[in-house]
């Protein structure tokens, strides 16, 4: 099917219609341009912790934090080209409806065409002179020529109505081809941004494959990611116990602390429990890992709650956790939020149950970590968070 080239003004309508559409593709670009630059610095950054680890100076970072950002901002591309896809199979349905619906308006327009020439060939072969001899014709009497003036203005009206449909069948035509026009550069644009996200997405994928295996294949390297994960515990085990002994003075909201809520603790973000407490097998490094609390999962931004009420005892950054959050809950009592973005309580604030801490999202991180401790001793949530 042939469509026909729109007018100068139609091409101008056109060019500004693509601008709005285009705004919103430049957009998604720049969200891809940030995950790329964010790549680059992570893949820097994990070249200089390795280098770090053969030369045997863990003090140049943790691989096991750079996995975790590599895979965040890797799930982040995943969700630009998943988005990119269903745009383009919504632009498939609309611009397959358009053409439809064009076909359906250029098959009234030719029908509506032929009429209109039609009464074109009878107007000029009767002529002004014919209609109005028709009109003043001496053999008839005046109610005849009443009832054929009466006839020739229904025939006027019908030829305007009919001159009138087809000026705006020709507009309705313009406008729909002007939309298949959007519509093709849309699909255009989309193509050619999944196509960059997915080259992006693949190069995130095949650096995470070859790092993995260059760490699984060097025996030096595992043991020091290993070695990394469990002195990221000891931080914090020692920062507890440490908070413990050293504060003046103590939550006394509640006595009993925890004890109460026992079982009926509300979740400190709603998300699906991406790793459990215990010792579990690490699904990347295929080593068995302990985990002394819950990891959540959450998007940038989320609001993070507290689980019941107490006092900020320590708001501040941990390596290996972020931004962390730690409050009493008296009774030696404690939970903890790990991989905050934003902190809204600050040391010394009380909080009551359900109240607004801080908001997830630590270097692009989907998920917050979560920890319930008594005396120091951490305990599994699963025993004190409401079921689901």
């Not at 705004?23 to 720049?30: I, K, N």
């Not at 020439?117 to 008839?140: D, H, I, P, Q």
């Not at 990611?225 to 006394?252: G, P």
């Not at 690490?282 to 019941?308: C, M, N, R, W, Y």
Request: aromatic share 4%.
């Amino acid at each position: 099917m042939k469509y026909r080239v729109p007018c100068p003004r139609i091409r101008l309508c056109l060019l500004l219609l693509l601008l709005l559409v285009v705004t919103p593709c430049l957009a998604a670009g720049d969200d891809l341009d940030e995950s790329r630059a964010n790549l680059a610095k992570i893949q820097k950054q994990i070249e200089t912790t390795l280098k770090g680890l053969r030369d045997k100076r863990s003090e140049t970072g943790a691989l096991a934090d750079d996995l975790s950002r590599l895979d965040a901002e890797t799930r982040r591309v995943e969700r630009l080209t998943e988005r990119s896809r269903t745009r383009l199979e919504e632009l498939a349905t609309r611009l397959k409806e358009q053409r439809a619906a064009l076909v359906a308006l250029e098959k009234q327009q030719q029908a509506t065409e032929v009429q209109v020439r039609r009464r074109l060939v009878v107007l000029y072969k009767t002529g002004e002179v014919g209609l109005v001899r028709a009109l003043l014709s001496s053999a008839e009497s005046p109610r005849e020529i009443s009832e054929k003036y009466a006839f020739l203005s229904r025939m006027v009206r019908h030829d305007r109505l009919l001159l009138a449909t087809y000026r705006q069948q020709a507009k309705d035509h313009a406008v729909a081809l002007g939309d298949l026009e959007i519509l093709r550069e849309e699909q255009a644009l989309a193509l050619s941004r999944q196509s960059r996200e997915q080259e992006v997405l693949d190069g995130a994928r095949r650096g995470k494959k070859q790092l993995l295996a260059a760490v699984k294949q060097d025996e030096q390297l595992l043991k020091s990611m290993l070695q990394d994960l469990k002195a990221k515990a000891t931080r914090l085990n020692d920062l507890v116990k440490t908070l413990e002994t050293s504060q003046t003075q103590s939550y006394t909201g509640s006595l009993e602390g925890l004890t109460q809520f026992k079982g009926r603790l509300p979740w400190p973000v709603s998300g699906q429990l991406l790793v459990g407490y215990g010792t579990r097998r690490d699904g990347t490094l295929g080593t068995l890992i302990e985990s002394h609390g819950f990891e959540i999962s959450a998007p940038i931004g989320a609001q993070i709650k507290s689980v019941a009420p107490g006092k900020v005892l320590f708001a501040n950054s941990l390596r290996g956790y972020g931004k962390l959050l730690i409050i009493d809950h008296g009774g030696k009592d404690y939970t903890l939020y790990a991989h905050l973005a934003r902190f809204d309580k600050q040391v010394g604030d009380l909080v009551a149950a359900g109240e607004n801490i801080g908001s997830s999202g630590y270097e692009g991180r989907e998920s917050v970590y979560f920890e319930i401790r008594r005396g120091g001793k951490p305990l599994d949530p699963s025993a004190w968070l409401k079921p689901r």
